[in-house]
């Protein structure tokens, strides 16, 4: 079984080449990403596998989706938005 590569880089280099990086990662190389103060961070793709929602989360959204459905909506304008939230400077 063959190791996977592990390549550590710079917030900085990695904002200049993000997409050569990006792909590394979907060719299987791990990259750690390190940032000011020891932090690190792993790039990792994701698929749907990775995706999921809970049981409560999904039963909230199949709510939201019947009410567009039934026309039970409220349209978001400049008016609502100072109603809800009062005049932003």
Do not use: C
């Not at 750690?32 to 994701?46: A, C, E, F, G, Q």
């Not at 809970?54 to 109603?83: C, H, M």
């Amino acid at each position: 079984m063959q190791q996977a590569q592990i390549l550590q880089v710079n917030t900085s280099e990695f904002r200049t080449k993000i997409k050569n990086y990006i792909d590394m990662v979907d060719d299987g190389v791990r990259i750690i990403l390190k940032r000011n103060h020891n932090k690190y961070y792993l790039i990792t793709p994701i698929n749907d596998d990775d995706l999921w929602l809970t049981p409560n989360v999904q039963a909230k959204i199949d709510r939201a989706l019947e009410q567009v459905k039934n026309g039970e909506v409220v349209e978001y304008t400049p008016e609502l938005e100072n109603e809800l939230f009062g005049k932003v400077l």
